[in-house]
């Protein structure tokens, strides 16, 4: 057996051209134009793996699109709709240029096309998305930096185990569970908010609150750990030792540095709420995108069920990417990161 | 096998006991329920929507089926399904994992670029492609989420096997010829076992609450089958009829999350005992005398300057009892070696001791500030300069240096920006940074650690302070570079008659700059010294002689001459 010394013989060239390429481009372009490279080939796989969704069910696709009891007719149309009666490869082409064209095809369900029907659910879901998530910033943050102040040191040791008790309790409560409470209490006990349905302003109360209470203990307990870590750091005492006031050298030394984390974080968790919106538009008849996915799973309305899953998955993406964008214009030793 | 002991405490905490009491009923329910329920659980009856009654304790639903009978049956489909699921998860990630740890280089890099996108999408939309493609059933739901749960386990592991290969352990068994087989069997497989278990089983949670989901919303397990997550759909129809009906379902989900969720805290805070750290209240103690009358000219007095540090109630005393005084002007150096309380002084004088010490004295005075009371913000930054050891963390990454070199200069002493901005060019070419202007640009890490460090005198420099406090500002230094750091103490006293209380473990640099010295050990001081004394080593102190045979000697024809070891046996 030969003994294998530490220096691995590859890392000495590819260190050398690392730093010859570091050198030689600027580091916005370099990071954007590697960033974008992951864009365009998660793209790639997202496209062919909603491709693969119809030609991968079990047996005759045709058959089992259109469902149990369908007439002879109706699975012949069902073929020609999805274009199962050509070869594969055609297939996939038309396919691709459907996705670029934004023509999917027409939605078995409702008639319209799925762009329209899509287009028609988005703002729905983007609603609740954007508004859970600036809760989730306005409370989470707050609630974490501050719990961090208060315990700094270790003092205040009942507020620690008060907040840790509370916040992964409720963390662990699934959001359907949540909902359904949400409901009972404030719907059908009190009154006060509609339990499904969109027509009100009040409408949109219940289903927010269901998507963002679990994310909002997540990020208050992140940014309460990262809090504390930054006030033990060096340039905060630093700032304590220029007689900054305590308001001064919480928001300019210790939130900042903050932002990282919880702006990666936030991105994560909005892209983890697509998943939560499926869920709570269903049970509160929210006709969001969420909803429009199940709907189409449930009554194999394959063309919607493409387009859906190829737009959430796009969201979900592009979320990644606009993070990290972010977090390189806040610290530029981001630019790197990823490089090797 | 060794049993390595990482920590002493219990893993049998409070949260561990009831997470796996709650987890054991689950089980226990799981597998007896459906012996004896099945019946009252499935069964039509006329029953219907019963309310509450020693017969049926959450009443009945529309098809007058026992509702708690038949939370109780669906206990285990549940249980079932998850437990599968994540053994699916955990099979397919471990073996995805290594085997892209296995692949070269370019491809590993490549899948975990791959595996990081995968992770940031949510897992029910991935069980839904899955769901889409299998319709809708348990089995489905099985495979949906174990397919769903595996990139991010994948990931951890090759992660994970990363980190042990590059641990010094792996490089040494390896190094010494170790086989393949038993590298992995003795040191790889160990190495991962820990957090891999403790991710298994928060993926169980998790997995438990997504399938509920999935069959929540009708996607996963379809009538007659029934688990949790569908009879809570079910309820939802009732709930302004019988909302009893959505009891049991939630209660369970809930029991079900949190004991798989205390499990797995339990074991993470195990793992990693830092996390439950106990530290104690404290409060400085500031039971002295009024700042006394004494009319000398000291610039900073200090008498009987004690710290204690407060932990588990009882106070450890880390500074008993110092004495000194500063001159205006005059530079004093203390020194001593790590731990022996210099620093704890140093920052005592500042006021800006950490959270969890109490400080105490008879006196302790700067330039007539009483600093166990609280002096104004202003006169005390204005007074009191600060130089840190590290200057590769004493600025905020987050900022460019010119704000944070001008924070006292526009917080304190009322400077415009273009005021401040103008000092500080100033002061930083006096100390010899090159372009002073652009370096206000820059971040704290595009400049070097002297750079940033002269940089730091710079803005002490610019306000002019009766005092300045410097806690080993040159260790983390080059020599060449501690040199001109040097100087520029120097020429700060030179200049502007600032006070400086340098402090320092190296005997040596203290001789060059100090009027006069103090040697700690154990948060005492047990000697003072001229420069003179030290060059010429008359020293009374064992402890101080010590720290001069520490110092590197350059004898007369023996070359450099390291003598640590003789020094401590004089």
Known sequence: MTTVGVTDPQLEPRRTRASLRQRTSHPWSAFLLRRLGGLVLSFVILVIVTFLIVPLLPGDPAVVAAGDGAT????????????????????????????FTLDMGDSFAS???????????????????????????????PLGMGTALLTRGGRRAWADHLFNGITSFIFAVPNYVLATLLIFVFAIRLGWFPASGAATLGSLVLPTAAV??????????????????????????????????????????????????????????????????????????????????????????YPMIRATILLLGMLATVLVLVVDIILALIDPRNLKAGAE | MSKTQH????????????????????????????????????????????????????????????????????????????VLATLLSVAGGLVAGVAIWLAPAKVRQWCLRLLETAVAYPTLITALVIAAILL??????????????????????????????????????????????????????????????????????????????????????????YDLGSLLNDSLDALYTQPIEALGPAVMIIL???????????????????????????????????????????????????????SQGQPTELVHGIDLHIQPGEILGIVGESGSGKSLTAMSIAGLAADDLSVQARALTVAQLDMLGSPPAARLAQQIGIVYQDPGSTFTPSRTMGPQLTEVLRTHQGASRAQAREAIIQALGKVGITRPAARLRQYPHELSGGMRQRAMIASTLATGPALLIADEPTTALDVTVQIEVLRQFRRLREEYGTAILFISHDIGVVQELCDRV?????????????????????????????????????????GLVLNEEEGIRT
């Open chain 1, 72 to 99: 002879v007719e109706q699975i012949e149309s069902t073929r020609t709709a999805l274009g199962l009666d050509q070869p594969f490869l055609a297939q996939f082409w038309q396919y691709v240029v459907g996705v």
């Open chain 1, 111 to 141: 008639g319209t096309t799925v762009t329209a029907a899509i287009l028609a659910r988005l703002p729905f879901t983007a609603e609740i998305a954007l508004l859970a998530i600036s809760c989730m910033l306005v409370i989470g943050v």
């Open chain 1, 212 to 301: 963002m209470i679990g994310p909002t203990c997540v990020i208050a307990r992140i940014v309460r750990r990262e809090a504390a870590g930054i006030l033990e750091q060096d340039y905060v005492r630093t700032a304590r030792g220029w007689r900054l006031s305590t308001w001064h050298v919480n928001s300019r030394y210790v939130l900042p540095n903050l932002l990282t984390t919880t702006l990666t974080l936030a991105g994560l968790l909005l892209a983890g709420m697509l998943g939560g919106t499926v869920v709570v538009e269903t049970v509160f008849g929210w006709p969001g995108v969420g909803k429009g996915i199940v709907d189409a799973i449930i009554s194999r309305d």
């Open chain 2, 7 to 82: 920590s002493t405490r219990s893993i049998w905490r409070p949260g561990m006991v009831i997470g796996v009491v709650l987890m054991a009923l689950l089980v226990l329910t799981a597998i007896i329920a459906p012996l004896f329920l099945t019946d009252a659980a499935n069964e039509l009856s006329e029953n219907r929507a019963l309310a509450p009654s020693s017969e049926h304790l959450l009443g009945t639903n529309d098809f007058g089926q026992d509702n708690l009978a038949r939370v109780l049956v669906a206990t285990r489909l549940t249980l079932v399904m998850t």
């Open chain 2, 136 to 225: 809708p059933g348990a089995g489905t739901a099985v495979i949906a989420l174990g397919v769903a749960g595996m990139p991010g386990f994948a990931r951890v592991t090759a992660n994970l096997a990363q980190q042990v290969t590059n641990s010094e352990y792996f490089t040494t068994a390896k190094f010494l010829g170790v086989g393949p087989l038993r590298l992995a069997t003795r040191h790889m497989i160990p190495g991962m076992a820990e957090p891999l278990l403790i991710l298994s089983t928060t993926l169980f949670s998790s997995t438990l609450m997504e399938i509920s989901a999935l069959s929540f919303v009708g996607l996963g397990v379809q009538p007659p089958q």
């Open chain 2, 256 to 310: 079900a999350a949190v004991g798989a969720m205390l499990i797995g805290d339990a074991l993470a805070a195990h793992a990693n005992p830092r996390t439950g750290r106990a530290w104690r209240r404290s409060r400085r103690g500031a039971k002295s005398a009024p700042a006394n009358a004494q009319t000398d000219t000291a610039l900073v007095r200090v008498e009987d300057l004690r710290v204690n540090y407060l």
């Open chain 2, 518 to 558: 103090l040697v700690m050990r154990k948060g005492s001081i047990v000697e003072e010294l001229s420069p003179q004394q030290i060059s010429s080593r008359q020293v009374s102190h064992p402890y101080t002689r010590q720290l001069l045979d520490a110092v590197p000697v350059l004898r007369t024809g023996s």
